[in-house]
């Protein structure tokens, strides 16, 4: 059996250090559950899409980490699809790739072939776009008989597949539309993502969708609509065995329950705020 942890939103930045105190309970609990690896749901930083610095911080506490974490990239990492102030570009992909590794990548562990994606490249219209539809495919069709896992970091969707445009929370429904085709060909067991800072588990025909909390601060009433999925802190543990996954929403102890609203303000003035 093998166990790996998602940790998801840290928000981290060596310049604005509202959540940082979250990351030493968090590192404490990982070294306590000895994972294989650890997968980290996007928004590792507070504005890697702005600022390398954030990077830098970042992926200096991961290698303190006694496992590697595999990273999938989120907004205030990469940027948005066509956002008018940060949009996802070749640059922001670039200082991604030399902190953190690739964005979108697969690795195989026992029966399972697990899948990253970059969300932030859905709809975005750039080249990389393209190129990771057509990687998808592939990986997707030579998984030999293996049971596939998708991570990435905005959600498909929040209630139903076939729901409209969510505006930022989820992703749009044109790219959704052959990323669902794709779950429902391959019959993909787990698409688990990050970035609603809220926890869910549930089924949508043969998929299970997983949303891994933040372990770095809630969204209160300003900045968050009502929604699905429970408001809390926390990680998520995954056990792959044989064919089954198991999937544990855990509370992780020390973690303060920080409220993105009370800081806005500082974090994300509101230009950035979108
Ligand atoms: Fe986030
Ligand atoms: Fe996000």
Same mark, same amino acid.
């Given at each position: 059996?093998?166990?790996?942890?998602?940790?998801?939103?840290?928000?981290?930045?060596?310049?604005?250090?509202?959540?940082?105190?979250?990351?030493?309970?968090?590192?404490?609990?990982?070294?306590?559950?000895?994972?294989?690896?650890?997968?980290?749901?996007?928004?590792?930083?507070? &504005?890697?899409?702005?600022?390398?610095?954030?990077?830098?911080?970042?992926?200096?506490?991961?290698?303190?980490?006694?496992?590697?974490?595999?990273?999938?990239?989120?907004?205030? &990492?990469?940027?948005?699809?066509?956002?008018?102030?940060?949009?996802?570009?070749?640059?922001?992909?670039?200082?991604?790739?030399?902190?953190?590794?690739?964005?979108?990548?697969?690795?195989?562990?026992?029966?399972?072939?697990?899948?990253?994606?970059?969300?932030?490249?859905?709809?975005?219209?750039?080249?990389?776009?393209?190129?990771?539809?057509?990687?998808?495919?592939?990986?997707?069709?030579?998984?030999?008989?293996?049971?596939?896992?998708?991570?990435?970091?905005?959600?498909?969707?929040?209630?139903?597949?076939?729901?409209?445009?969510?505006?930022?929370?989820?992703?749009?429904?044109?790219?959704?539309?052959?990323?669902?085709?794709?779950?429902?060909?391959?019959?993909?067991?787990?698409?688990?993502?990050?970035?609603?800072?809220?926890?869910? &588990?549930?089924?949508?025909?043969?998929?299970?969708?997983?949303?891994?909390?933040?372990?770095?601060?809630?969204?209160?009433?300003?900045?968050?609509?009502?929604?699905?999925?429970?408001?809390?802190?926390?990680?998520?543990?995954?056990?792959?065995?044989?064919?089954?996954?198991?999937?544990?929403?855990?509370?992780?102890?020390?973690?303060?329950?920080?409220?993105?609203?009370?800081?806005?303000?500082?974090?994300?003035?509101?230009?950035?705020?979108?």
């Amino acid at each position: 059996m093998l166990r790996l942890l998602q940790i998801s939103d840290t928000h981290l930045s060596p310049r604005k250090r509202h959540f940082e105190p979250n990351w030493a309970p968090l590192q404490a609990w990982i070294e306590a559950e000895k994972p294989s690896l650890i997968l980290h749901g996007g928004d590792v930083t507070v &504005d890697g899409a702005g600022d390398e610095g954030d990077f830098r911080f970042c992926a200096e506490l991961f290698s303190k980490l006694p496992v590697p974490v595999l990273a999938v990239p989120g907004n205030h &990492d990469v940027g948005e699809p066509r956002h008018p102030y940060q949009p996802v570009n070749p640059d922001r992909l670039a200082r991604w790739r030399r902190h953190l590794g690739p964005d979108y990548w697969s690795r195989d562990i026992e029966q399972w072939r697990l899948i990253g994606l970059n969300s932030q490249l859905l709809g975005s219209g750039e080249a990389e776009e393209n190129k990771q539809f057509a990687w998808l495919n592939s990986t997707m069709s030579d998984a030999r008989g293996r049971r596939i896992a998708w991570f990435l970091h905005m959600p498909l969707f929040l209630d139903h597949p076939g729901e409209g445009d969510m505006g930022y929370w989820t992703v749009k429904p044109e790219p959704r539309l052959p990323l669902l085709e794709l779950i429902s060909g391959y019959n993909v067991a787990l698409v688990a993502s990050g970035h609603v800072h809220r926890s869910r &588990d549930c089924h949508r025909d043969s998929t299970r969708y997983v949303w891994a909390p933040s372990s770095g601060f809630v969204c209160g009433p300003a900045t968050q609509p009502p929604m699905s999925g429970e408001s809390r802190l926390g990680a998520v543990i995954y056990r792959f065995d044989g064919n089954e996954v198991e999937v544990e929403i855990k509370n992780v102890d020390g973690l303060m329950a920080y409220r993105i609203d009370d800081v806005i303000h500082e974090v994300y003035p509101p230009r950035e705020a979108a």
